[in-house]
């Protein structure tokens, strides 16, 4: 279960990754959107090291 979870939000922040980075090219990194795509990313992963803390724990 565990390892699914965490496939499926990898590959969420790799496909969010991917937008912000197409963002930032067109905007400055201050933008507001590109902000609230990166703190996405940053949820996203504190998700995945609280799974993993769970799993090895």
Do not use: F, H, W
């Not at 922040?13 to 590109?34: G, T």
């Amino acid at each position: 279960m565990y390892l699914k979870e965490i496939l499926y939000l990898t590959k969420s922040i790799d496909e969010d990754r991917q937008v912000m980075y197409e963002l930032a090219v067109n905007k400055v990194l201050s933008d507001p959107d590109v902000v609230k795509i990166s703190q996405k990313i940053d949820r996203k992963i504190e998700i995945v090291q609280k799974i993993m803390r769970k799993a090895c724990g």
